[in-house]
Nanobody, 120 residues
Framework: QVQLVESGGGLVQPGGSLRLSCAAS????????MGWYRQAPGKQRELVAT???????DYADSVKGRFTISRDNAKNTVYLQMNDLRREDTAVYYC??????????????WGQGTQVTVAS
């Protein structure tokens, strides 16, 4: 019904940058908040950043000043610009979206995840 597809992950050296994208498609009336989460091996999934429809943002303390979340409402797409990457940023990154497929229904959808590896 609604699909989220992430892209932009990969291998990068410490101090490098990556930009993740997540596009929502399918039956979409509107989208409220969108966000990025990550899960490192052996750890629980954790919040990275969220953004509301008007553009209000929130970040995990560990990424403040290095990561920037943004969205293009016309494209139903959320982005995560990651700068000054550190080894501890290595994880599978997932996007999610609070979607209204119709004016009367609402569900939280997740993408399949994209691997980000920070290594020399």
């Amino acid at each position: 019904q609604v699909q989220l597809v992430e892209s932009g992950g990969g291998l990068v050296q410490p101090g490098g940058s990556l930009r993740l994208s997540c596009a929502a498609s399918g039956r979409i009336f509107s989208i409220n908040a969108m966000g990025w989460y990550r899960q490192a091996p052996g750890k629980q999934r954790e919040l990275v950043a969220t953004i509301t429809s008007p553009g209000g943002t929130d970040y995990a303390d560990s990424v403040k000043g290095r990561f920037t979340i943004s969205r293009d409402n016309a494209k139903n797409t959320v982005y995560l610009q990651m700068n000054d990457l550190r080894r501890e940023d290595t994880a599978v990154y997932y996007c999610n979206a609070d979607v209204l497929p119709t004016p009367y229904t609402r569900s939280l959808y997740w993408g399949q995840g994209t691997q980000v590896t920070v290594a020399s």
